[in-house]
C-alpha cells in the first residue's frame, strides 16, 4: 500500500488522474474502521488533509461553498448560523472525537443512507462540486447519490465542495437512534422554509436507498400555509394540518426492516419527526429568529 | 514507510511502519507510548483519545501518515513534572478507576472539556464524554472526577 500525500488540489487532482484506484481519505472515521478490520486493503490511499483548498469555507451571492474537508466541529463553530439545519445536524454527529475529525466530503463519499449531513443538505438544495484533472462540474445531491453507498463520483474525480444557498428562514433536522450520542441513525428528517418563496423543502434520511424528498408534503403545507395567509400572519398551523404532513412524510419514504427498525417503526418515527421539526421551525418563524 | 512526529512535545522517528497503520499503532507498538488503549478500534469507546495538533481524536481512526510532521499529545503527556495532571489526580481520588481500561481516554477527554469549558454542567459532561465508554463505573463516579477536577482548577476542594 501507498500514501499519496498531496498538498494542493492541483497536485490531489493530478495524483488521482494517474492513480485512479487510489481511495482519498478525509477524517477517515469511516474509512479508517475498514482498515482496520481488514475489509477493505487499497493499492494505494489519497491523503486530502494536507490539502489547503479543501479544508476552507466562502461565501459569495448567498452560497456558502464549503470545502468538502471541513469538519462537524468548525462547521458548528463558524457557519452555524448561515447553514442552520446542516448544523443542527452536524452537532448530533457521534462524538467530539468523531466531529473534530469527520468531514462533510466524507459523509457525501461514503453516502450512507444514514448520513446525518445529506438530509439538511438535500433540503437546502446543495449542489456538490466534483473536480479532475481536466475539469470540474456541479449536480443537485440528488443526482449526486445513485443508491446506498453508490455515487456518480468518477474514478479520477474528487469532491471539493458543496455549494448550500444561506439559509432565509428557519431550519430543524432532527433523528431517531437507541441514544442522544453516538447513534446511527434508525430515521431522520430534516426541513427548511423559504419565507421569501413562500416555499418548504424537505430531506428524508435512514428511510430509503438514499436520502429522499418529501414533495407531496412541501406542496400540501405550502398550500396549507398559502391559503390560510400564515406565511404573512405567522398565526399557528392546525394540529390537523400538521398531522397530515407526517403522514405525507411516512408516505415519501422507502424504508426497509433491518437490525436498527423495521418498516412499520421507521414511518411511524418519520411522522413523528416530520411533525416535530415543524413545530420547532415555525415556532421559529414566529418569534422571527431563523 | 518511515514517520516523524511529535509526541508529548519530544520529536520521534518511526521506521518500517506499514502505510496502512494507525496512529494507535503507531503509538503503542511503535513509540513506547501505551498510555493510550485499544478497545475497539472503530471509533465507539474513546480509549484511544488523543490531542492530534490540539484536536480531541481517536487515534484507532486516524491513519499514521495523517500525523506525519504533526504534534501528538498522549495521557503519558499530560502530567506536570513528575506529578499527575489534576484530572488525573481527580479520577484517582473520586475513586472513578476501576478495571482502567476507559481511564486513559476519559482523562484525555476531560482535559479537553475543562481546557475549553471551565464549569461545565452535567449535561455538559455527558455531551463531553459520551465518545467514551466505561464498563465497570456506571459513569457516577466518572462525574464525580470531573466535578472535583473543575472545583480544584478553581481554587476549591
Ligand atoms: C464512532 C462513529 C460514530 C459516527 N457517527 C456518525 C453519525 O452520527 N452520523 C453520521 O452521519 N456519520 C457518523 N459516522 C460516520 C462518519 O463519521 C461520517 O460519515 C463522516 O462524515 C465521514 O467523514 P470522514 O472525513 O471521516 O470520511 P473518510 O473516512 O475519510 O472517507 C469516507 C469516504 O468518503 C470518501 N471521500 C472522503 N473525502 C472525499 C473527497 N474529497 N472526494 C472523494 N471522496 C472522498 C473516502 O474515499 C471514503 O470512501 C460515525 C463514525 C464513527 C466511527
Ligand atoms: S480504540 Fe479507538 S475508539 Fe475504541
Ligand atoms: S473502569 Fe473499567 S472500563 Fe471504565
Redesign the pocket.
Known amino acids: 500500500m501507498e500514501i499519496l500525500s498531496p498538498s494542493s488540489l492541483q497536485e490531489a487532482l493530478l495524483a488521482k488522474s494517474e492513480t485512479p484506484s487510489a481511495?482519498?481519505?478525509?477524517?477517515?472515521?469511516?474509512?479508517?474502521?475498514e482498515l482496520n478490520f481488514d475489509r477493505r486493503r487499497p493499492d494505494a490511499i489519497l491523503d486530502?488533509t494536507r490539502v489547503p483548498e479543501?479544508n476552507g469555507w466562502e461565501r459569495a451571492d448567498g452560497v456558502i461553498r464549503l470545502g468538502?474537508?471541513v469538519t462537524?466541529a468548525r462547521l458548528v463553530a463558524e457557519i452555524a448560523p448561515e447553514l442552520p439545519g446542516l448544523a443542527i445536524a452536524a452537532r448530533?454527529?457521534?462524538?467530539p472525537q468523531?466531529r473534530n475529525?469527520?468531514?462533510?466530503?466524507?459523509?457525501?463519499?461514503?453516502a450512507?443512507p444514514?448520513?446525518?449531513?445529506l438530509p439538511p443538505l438535500l433540503a437546502a438544495g446543495a449542489q456538490v462540486v466534483l473536480a479532475s484533472a481536466t475539469g470540474s462540474r456541479s449536480m443537485p445531491l440528488t443526482a449526486f447519490i445513485t443508491g446506498p453507498k453508490t455515487t456518480s463520483?468518477e474514478p479520477g474525480e474528487?469532491?471539493?465542495a458543496v455549494s448550500v444557498p444561506v439559509a432565509t428562514g428557519p431550519q430543524q433536522f432532527s433523528k431517531i437512534g437507541t441514544r442522544n450520542a453516538?447513534?446511527?441513525?434508525v430515521a431522520s428528517f430534516a426541513l427548511a422554509l423559504h419565507p421569501e418563496r413562500q416555499a418548504v423543502t424537505t430531506g428524508i434520511g435512514s428511510a430509503g436507498p438514499r436520502p429522499l424528498m418529501a414533495t407531496a408534503a412541501e406542496s400540501f403545507l405550502k398550500g396549507v400555509l398559502d391559503e390560510e395567509g400564515l406565511w404573512d400572519t405567522h398565526g399557528p398551523i392546525l394540529p390537523a394540518a400538521a398531522i397530515r404532513f407526517g403522514e405525507l412524510v411516512a408516505d415519501a419514504a422507502q424504508p426497509i426492516d433491518d437490525i436498527r427498525g423495521t418498516i412499520r417503526y421507521r414511518r411511524h418515527a418519520l411522522g413523528v419527526l416530520a411533525r416535530r421539526t415543524l413545530g420547532w421551525a415555525w415556532g421559529d418563524l414566529r418569534k422571527g429568529s431563523r | 514507510m518511515n514517520l516523524h512526529l511529535n509526541v508529548n512535545g519530544r520529536e520521534h522517528d518511526a521506521e518500517d511502519v506499514w502505510p496502512g497503520e494507525s496512529l494507535l499503532y503507531v503509538l503503542r507498538e511503535r513509540l513506547g507510548h501505551p498510555g493510550s488503549k485499544n478497545a475497539c478500534e472503530?471509533?465507539?469507546c474513546g480509549s484511544c483519545s488523543v490531542y492530534l495538533d490540539g484536536a480531541l481524536v481517536c487515534a484507532c481512526?486516524v491513519l499514521a501518515a495523517q500525523a506525519e510532521g504533526r504534534a501528538v499529545v498522549t495521557v503519558e503527556g499530560l502530567n506536570e513534572g513528575g506529578d499527575l495532571h489534576p484530572v488525573q489526580q481527580a479520577y484517582l481520588d473520586a475513586g472513578a478507576v476501576q478495571c482502567g481500561f476507559c481511564t486513559p481516554g476519559l482523562v484525555v477527554s476531560t482535559h479537553s472539556l475543562l481546557s475549553r469549558n471551565a464549569e461545565p454542567s452535567d449535561a455538559e459532561i455527558r455531551e463531553a464524554l459520551a465518545?467514551n465508554l466505561c464498563r465497570c463505573t456506571g459513569y457516577v463516579k466518572i462525574f464525580d472526577a470531573v466535578r472535583l477536577a473543575a472545583m480544584r482548577a478553581q481554587g476549591g476542594g
Open positions: 481511495v482519498p481519505m478525509a477524517g477517515g472515521t469511516d474509512l479508517m474502521v486530502l479543501l468538502a474537508g462537524y448530533t454527529v457521534g462524538s468523531i475529525r469527520g468531514t462533510v466530503g466524507g459523509n457525501l463519499g461514503s450512507s444514514a448520513g446525518d449531513a463520483l474528487l469532491i471539493t453516538m447513534v446511527i441513525a | 472503530q471509533g465507539e481512526l465518545g
